[in-house]
Structure formats: C-alpha cells, structure tokens
C-alpha cells in the first residue's frame, strides 16, 4: 500500500508476456502483503484482543528499527541474531506503556487513542533528541542478500526470507492464542471480563502480556523491513495507517481475516500501482476501506463471535 | 445560593456561561491597543484562526460526540477556496491567456478548468468557502450516519477521507499547484478595505470572525437541538427511543462545525498568503485534536484558548530548534497526562475550581446565616 510498493526488488529474468507480468504483479503483491502481515499482526492482536486502537504501533515498529540499527552498529550483531533482544526491548517498553498508561483507561475506548498518540509522539520525539534525525541503515544478512529462482523470476532472497517469518510469526501467535493457558485466558476475558475474573484469571496481567507481546511483534516488523528501506524517527507514521486498515478489512478478532486481508490489499495496491501509480493505488484503496466499513463494519472476513 | 448558579443543579446560568465568552471576545479585540508590532500581530491572528478551527472540533466532537480526526478537511477546501479566488486576482507575470494562473501555464494547461470559472467571482469563493465544507460534511455525515456508523469508525472513515483528498490534491498538480500548494497571493479586497497579512484590518476581520464563530456555536448548543445532539452524545439510543431522528442532527452538527473550519481555512489563507495540501494533513488534524483536548473539548471558551495557548508556545519556541525538539516531548507527556486525568481539559479544571471556591463560600455564608438567626432569636 504506502510505501511497499515499487520496491520489488526482482526482475524478469525472460520473455514479456502477459502472463509473465501476471505472475510477477502475483510476486510482488505477495511481497507487499507479507511486509503488511508483519506489520499488521501486533495491531490485531492488540485491538482484536482489547479494544485498544494503538496509534503508537507506528513507533513501535520504528523502535525496533532502532534497535536493530543499534545492536549492528555499536555492537556488531548480525541482523537475524538481534531479533530476539529486539523482541524482548520493544515488548518490555509495551508493557511499561500499558500498565502505566493504558491500564488507567478501562471503560474509555475513543480517549486510548488520544493516549496512544501522544505516547506514540513522545517515544517518536525521544528517539529523534538521543540520536538525531538523520537517516540510519540497516544491513541485510548476507546469507541473504543474493537472488532466489522463483518460478522462473529472480527474486530477493530476503523477500522470500520476510514472507516464510511471516507466516511462521502467524503460526506462532496462532498457537499462543489457541494451544496455551494465558491465550484461553485472554478469549476468556474476551468474551466477559468480569465472568472471566471471577474464575480467578488475572485480567491486568494478561492484558499487560497481550499488549507487550503485540508490542514485540511491531519491534520484529520494524527490524525486519529495516535492511529494504531507511531508518528514521518518523518511519512509523505511514505503517500504521496501512496496518490499521488491514485491521479494518480483515475483520477484528479474526487472525486468519488478517492474514487474507494482508495479502489480499498488498495484490490489490501492487495491481493498481502497476495499472495506475502509487498516488492513485492509495486513494482507491482508502476509499475502498472507508466504503466497506460502511457496509461491513465488522470487516470482510469476520467471524461470528459469541457476545 | 450565589447569584451564579440555579438552584437546582449547580449549573451556571445562562449569563455566567457568556461571561466567559465574551471576556475573551474582548481581549481579543483589545489586543493591538496595546500591541505595536505587525509581525506579532500576524503570527497571533494566525493562532486564533487555529483557535476557530478548534472550536468547531469542539462542537462536533465535545458536544457532539464525533471525533472528526479529517477536520483539517474542511479547514484545506476553506483555504483552497480562498486561494484559488486571490489566485485568480493576482497581476499577471507568468500567466497565460485569460490571466491563467502560473502553475497551470508550467503545467501546459491551455484554459482555464471548469471548475475554476466561478472563482472569478469573490463573492462566490466566500460563500463556497463555507457553504462547500458544509456541503462535503453533510453527504459524507449521511453516508456514515445513516447506516449507524459510530465511534472509533467514524474516526477511521473521516481521516481517510481526508487522506484521499490530500492524495489528490498533491497528485493532480496542474490544476491544484500540488504539493507546493497556491502561492503569490493578491491581497482581499473586500468594500474598499485591503487586508493585507500584516496590516491590523486583517486582524480585526480576524478577531471578528473569532467571536462570529463563539457566539454561533454558544447559541447552537443552547437551542433545542444543540441539547438533543449532548444527549446523543451521552446516549444514543435512549434519544432514538424517544423518537428523534439521531442521524439529522448528527449530520447537522457535522456540516456546522464543518462550516465553521472552512471559515476558518479562508481566514488562514489570508493570514498566512498561501494555501498548502499540508492544510488538510494529518499533523494539523491530530494538533487540533489535542489542542481541544488540552482546553476542553466540552467547552467552546476552553477549546478555543487551548488552540492559542499552546499553538503560540510552540511558535515561540520554534525559534530555537532544540526547544522546540524538547518542546514536542513534553506536549506529548502533556496529552497523555490530561487525556489521563483531566479528561474536560483545562476548562473543566477551571470549572471544577471555580464550583469548590463557590460552595466554599456558600457554606460559610449558611453558617453566617444561621448564626445571625440563632443570635435574633435568642435576643
């Protein structure tokens, strides 16, 4: 959608036909939408999960583009080796935010994204006083900086690379979710808290580790698109609103909705980029969003939940 | 009982809710006596131009409960209405034919597009500059109102609305002036007076329309329908029970507030000599927001010196890059803290001191009373 497009970073390797440019527009929505699913995942967990618009997804993200940054350059770790202390940074900062901030707005849904936001300003304009403004960098892992064979077309090793952890983080989180003990207690408290509390389940707690873990998953997203594309204070800003309307559309409280609607909008934004140009790709996917909120305000692939 | 409040409920009577109000207004108006300096004057219209677009995110979102967070929509087609009339005013150096304006001719537009023909016309960029914000909110509150569409969603749908007609602004360049937006302004004319940017009859058409847009949304929300939209707010379907047409007045709120904004997107044209696509962002959207949060979205006095107050901080600081830097960071910390605790902003703080000064002495007058009574009886 916003910035993923053109940066399909293959090429043709034969012939130019139709179907040829087909299947590459096929590649590259894949790409795009493997890029949103990192990114969108945390945001639907968070929201599905709590009701928790968070504005500050956004800077989560660019805080683990930070740390990655950080820990390549002033300590030399390679970028596959950081992901897990990036994991554990972003999600510590997330619990910080929701049991000193967010746990204080129980009943008030609309003020958690004024509380986000100005949280989401404060860590934007902290990263942007400690280590200034400019652009940073991050390197690829070189295992992965050459070219796979895909079909015939050569494509990025790290796109493939990004779309496998893609959908291994889903699997991951899937399996919290449904085969452990504290995500049967957050689809308890989903469904009544209070019910939920009177069985003994820690409601603060688990609401404290759902927002940390959604938190982490930003931080992984950030890190890992970090080596396609700068690093600066406000690189979250665009994520989130993409993010967010994959949310929308893919339903909430539906993981596998996000999963169909990552993709589906990343097809969608690399056909009409190529049919049109990005300007024109963005405003038709927004008002294809604001359109279908319209209608199906519960999301286009949502399922039906006990209330 | 003090004269200020009504003996039922402790809600202040109609004369000390204006009070305030008009306080402001007078201020407001007093300021280049005792202010000699252009500039400055410049830079402070320009803070209560933000101030007007503040109030009438109070309207819809403190009184109506609609977090517009594309307000800054209604503010950008007030301003690109504006422009697009001083635009076509301005003496032709670069122009084309027809006193084309000079992006088009960069851009080899030939003509004139249709839908700038009417901008020759003042009198008809002041009317659209309201009544075509108005306009957008009306159709795009009964798309979304209609179909019960409410809260966070609204928020959603209102802010890429906005997006998108950013997105096009910027894209179709030849006939917008794109991302550099319209630049080199003439001057209004308007009944022999020429408001220039710097001059004080700028000011005082400015100041004017400040206390224009707090009168009229202070009478809107004490009439009829100003009520049933607080109690829509406070509870929507109980009013639809009792058998009111909830999406009209929400509708209603919306264009209004949306009005207002445009009135102010024109002021800020002429203040500022430019119209930009960043004038209907993100950034301004969301400032906004926090602006009537710090000041109160529930009160059209506090929202509107929110939006001065804390606007004229950051300009004063923005001389110095590194306060301004620090500056940001503690506006955030600032939102949260109220989002957290004073969720009535500051105004509800002032009220809330106001209300224990007034019980305070209340009670001391009751006791005074009643000892005066004990003190007859037993003489």
């Known amino acids: ?307 | 009982m003090t004269s200020k409040t009504s003996p039922h409920n402790g809600i202040p009577q109609l004369s000390a809710q204006i009070a305030p109000l008009l306080l402001v207004c007078a201020l407001v108006f007093a300021l280049p006596l005792i202010l000699n300096n252009d500039f400055l004057l410049n830079k402070i219209a320009r803070y209560l131009v933000l101030g007007i677009l503040t109030v009438s995110l109070a309207l819809s979102w403190g009184y109506g409960g609609i977090l517009n967070l594309g307000q800054a929509m209604s503010f950008g087609i007030g301003s690109y209405a504006m422009a697009m009339a001083l635009k076509l005013k301005t003496i032709p150096v670069h122009t084309g034919s027809g006193g084309l304006p000079d992006f088009m001719v960069w851009n080899n537009v030939a003509q004139l597009p249709w839908f700038w023909m009417p901008f020759k016309s003042l009198g008809f960029a002041l009317v659209a500059g309201v009544l075509a914000p108005a306009l957008v909110a009306a159709a795009l509150g009964w798309f979304v109102f209609r179909s019960r569409v409410t809260g966070v969603y609204v928020s959603i749908i209102t802010l890429a609305t906005m997006v998108v007609l950013n997105l096009v602004i910027i894209d179709q360049q030849s006939y917008t002036g794109g991302f550099n937006g319209i630049t080199d302004l003439a001057q209004l004319e308007l009944f022999g007076v020429a408001f220039d940017a710097y001059g004080r009859a700028t000011y005082y058409l400015v100041a004017g329309c400040v206390m224009l847009s707090l009168l009229v949304a202070f009478a809107f929300t004490h009439t009829k329908a100003g009520l049933v939209v607080q109690a829509i707010r406070d509870h929507e379907s109980r009013v639809r029970y009792f058998g009111y047409d909830v999406a009209a007045y929400q509708i209603f709120v919306f264009a209004l507030s949306a009005a207002i904004a445009g009135l102010a997107g024109m002021l800020y044209t002429i203040v500022m000599e430019f119209a930009s696509p960043t004038f209907l962002g993100v950034q301004i959207s969301l400032s906004v927001v926090v602006w009537c949060a710090v000041g109160g979205r529930q009160s059209l006095v506090g929202a509107f010196l929110g939006a001065v107050l804390v606007a004229g901080m950051q300009g004063a600081l923005s001389e110095s890059a590194a306060f301004l830097e620090t500056w940001t960071l503690v506006m955030g910390a600032l939102f949260v803290l109220v989002v957290l605790f004073l969720p009535k902003g500051l105004a509800g703080l002032a009220q809330g001191v106001w209300r224990a000064i007034a019980q305070r002495r209340q009670a001391t007058q009751e006791v005074a009373g009643t000892v005066g009574q004990t003190r007859e009886g037993s003489a």
């Open chain 1, 1 to 307: 959608m916003r910035a993923a497009g053109k940066r399909f970073a293959g090429g043709r390797s034969h012939g130019d036909s139709r179907v040829d440019q087909f299947i590459e527009q096929i590649i590259t929505g894949l790409s795009i939408g493997s890029i949103l699913l990192l990114v969108a995942m945390g945001l639907s967990i968070i929201y599905g999960s709590m009701g928790i618009i968070n504005l500050a997804h956004g800077e989560f993200v660019m805080l683990g583009a930070y740390t990655a940054w950080l820990l390549q350059s002033h300590f030399g770790l390679g970028l596959l080796a950081s992901l897990v202390p990036i994991f554990i940074v972003v999600a510590a900062v997330g619990w910080i935010i929701e049991r000193y901030v967010l746990s204080l707005l129980n009943n008030r849904p609309l003020d958690t994204i004024l509380a986000t936001w100005g949280v989401g300003i404060m860590l934007q304009q902290s990263v942007r006083l400690m280590v200034g403004s400019e652009l940073r960098y991050v390197q690829m892992p070189p295992s992965l900086s050459d070219s796979t064979d895909v079909l015939g077309f050569s494509v990025s090793s790290y796109r493939v690379f990004l779309f496998f952890v893609a959908i291994a983080l889903f699997a991951v989180t899937w399996l919290l979710m449904n085969r452990t003990t504290v995500g049967m207690k957050l689809r308890a408290i989903m469904q009544d808290r209070s019910v939920a509390a009177s069985f003994g389940i820690n409601a603060k707690r688990v609401y404290a580790l759902t927002f940390a873990y959604g938190a982490g998953l930003a931080g992984l997203a950030g890190a890992l698109v970090s080596p396609l594309k700068s690093v600066s204070p406000d690189m979250g800003t665009g994520y989130v609103v993409d993010a967010f309307m994959v949310v929308v559309l893919g339903g909430v409280q539906s993981l596998a909705g996000t999963v169909a609607s990552a993709f589906f909008l990343g097809e969608l934004s690399g056909a009409i980029a190529f049919l049109q140009n990005d300007t024109v790709a963005k405003a038709i996917v927004l008002l294809a969003i604001v359109v279908l909120i319209r209608f199906r305000p519960e999301g286009l692939f949502a399922t039906r939940v006990r209330t």
